[in-house]
Nanobody
Framework: QVQLVESGGGWVQPGGSLTLSCAASGTIFSINDMGWYRQAPGKQRELVASITSGGNTKYADSVKGRFTISRDNAKNTQYLQMNSLKLEDTAVYYC??????????????WGQGTQVTVSS
């Protein structure tokens, strides 16, 4: 069984910074794409950023230039550095990883979610 454990959420004032972490543990043969999603109250879950096993990244237009996704393959961990946070970044953030947990399959795993609140 594989688990994704998130940390790093919290409260921050507009313009502030936070870094989220997501560590994968368990039976892991390899990890393909990793990513961060968020869901604000009353809205659908949306992709914030993603990173391939080779380090290629993609960002939602709303966070480009402010957020940076990275990963440490040796630690099976991904990060989301969030700078210049805005009120509209308030949401529950979920990490996702496509993990080969059996020789014959790759499965989508999700973290438990961590609340990020941007407020003055």
């Amino acid at each position: 069984q594989v688990q994704l454990v998130e940390s790093g959420g919290g409260w921050v004032q507009p313009g502030g910074s936070l870094t989220l972490s997501c560590a994968a543990s368990g039976t892991i043969f390899s990890i393909n794409d990793m990513g961060w999603y968020r869901q604000a109250p009353g809205k659908q879950r949306e992709l914030v950023a993603s990173i391939t096993s080779g380090g290629n990244t993609k960002y939602a237009d709303s966070v480009k230039g402010r957020f940076t996704i990275s990963r440490d393959n040796a630690k099976n961990t991904q990060y989301l550095q969030m700078n210049s946070l805005k009120l509209e970044d308030t949401a529950v953030y979920y990490c996702n990883a496509k993990i080969k947990d059996r020789p014959w399959r790759t499965y989508d795993y999700w973290g438990q979610g961590t609340q990020v609140t941007v407020s003055s």
